[in-house]
């Protein structure tokens, strides 16, 4: 399994890419358990998605960064989550090169086959994940499991 496929690991990426360099701290309102985190962390690095330096001055302090590869799909999922919302993105902004071997990933994340899937159903599908996620969420905050 892929790490991207993990609970919290897409919301982990955007937070970094949003923020640059993080500590691990900063995560905690992605990801509540020092356990999960830890090991989403371990499996995002060893899939090349982050990398984590230490810090030479001070107390044993991490910086958590995107990797290129990370930083690509986090701005695929930025761009899904802006079509997902409604937002419109510039046509040119969507066509960049992408490396060698990333498209299919990002077509695995978004579950798009590449010719059998029109934009109009990957936006449909996306807008009904996002009020799965949405729900889920609400759940969350009344307490229900």
């Given at each position: 399994?892929?790490?991207?496929?993990?609970k919290?690991?897409?919301?982990?990426?955007?937070?970094?890419?949003?923020?640059?360099?993080?500590?691990?701290?900063?995560l905690?309102?992605?990801?509540?358990?020092?356990?999960?985190?830890?090991?989403?962390?371990?499996?995002?690095?060893?899939?090349?998605?982050?990398?984590?330096?230490?810090?030479?001055?001070?107390?044993?302090?991490?910086?958590?960064?995107?990797?290129?590869?990370?930083?690509?799909?986090?701005?695929?999922?930025r761009?899904?989550?802006?079509?997902a919302?409604?937002?419109?993105?510039?046509?040119?902004?969507?066509?960049?090169?992408?490396?060698?071997?990333?498209?299919?990933?990002?077509l695995?994340?978004?579950?798009?086959?590449?010719?059998?899937?029109?934009?109009?159903?990957f936006?449909?599908?996306?807008?009904?994940e996002?009020?799965?996620?949405?729900?889920?969420?609400?759940?969350?905050?009344?307490?229900?499991?």
């Amino acid at each position: 399994m892929d790490s991207l496929d993990l609970k919290y690991a897409k919301s982990v990426l955007l937070r970094v890419a949003d923020r640059g360099a993080v500590k691990k701290s900063d995560l905690f309102d992605v990801v509540k358990s020092h356990q999960v985190l830890d090991n989403l962390l371990d499996a995002l690095m060893e899939d090349e998605y982050l990398k984590i330096e230490k810090n030479e001055r001070g107390p044993r302090r991490y910086s958590i960064s995107l990797t290129a590869k990370g930083e690509v799909i986090a701005k695929k999922l930025r761009e899904a989550d802006k079509l997902a919302s409604g937002r419109s993105i510039p046509r040119e902004a969507v066509e960049v090169e992408i490396p060698e071997g990333i498209y299919e990933q990002i077509l695995r994340i978004l579950r798009l086959d590449k010719e059998e899937r029109s934009v109009e159903e990957f936006v449909l599908d996306a807008i009904k994940e996002k009020i799965k996620d949405w729900r889920n969420r609400n759940e969350e905050i009344e307490g229900h499991p």
